[in-house]
């Protein structure tokens, strides 16, 4: 199972970026999606969430009105549109797929390599 980011980079406060997540190894069609993110000296952090049926999301409070995610099963990728970026959003973010059992008592998480996302004052 590979996790690829791809479109991190440099953008100025205000502005938008877009991250996506090539999927390889599995299916995402089963699986929950999402975002987490970890800035310099800080501890991973979840960003956004996808649940495995589509028809839930989740934000963090810091990005809810700002980020946007969602999935394309038939390319199995995963995707973080982020607009009116500030530069606390600065943090290597990381693509997360996760698999949970039917009676929810097991799960397992792929991660992706993650993807460095800077934003200028």
């Known amino acids: 199972v590979q996790l690829v980011e791809l479109g991190g980079g440099l953008v100025q406060a205000g502005g938008s970026l877009n991250l996506s997540c090539d999927v390889s190894?599995?299916?995402?069609?089963?699986?929950?999606t999402g975002w987490h993110r970890r800035a310099p000296g800080k501890e991973r952090e979840f960003v956004a969430a996808l649940s495995w049926t589509g028809g839930s999301t989740y934000y963090a409070d810091s990005v809810r009105t700002r980020f946007a995610t969602s999935r394309d099963k038939a390319k199995n990728m995963i995707f973080l549109q982020m607009h009116s970026l500030k530069p606390e959003d600065t943090a290597v973010y990381y693509c997360?797929?996760?698999?949970?059992?039917?009676?929810?008592?097991?799960?397992?998480?792929?991660w992706g390599q993650g993807t460095q996302v800077t934003v200028s004052s």
């Open positions: 997360n797929a996760k698999w949970i059992s039917g009676n929810g008592d097991t799960s397992y998480d792929y």
């Open positions: 190894g599995i299916n995402i069609s089963t699986l929950a």
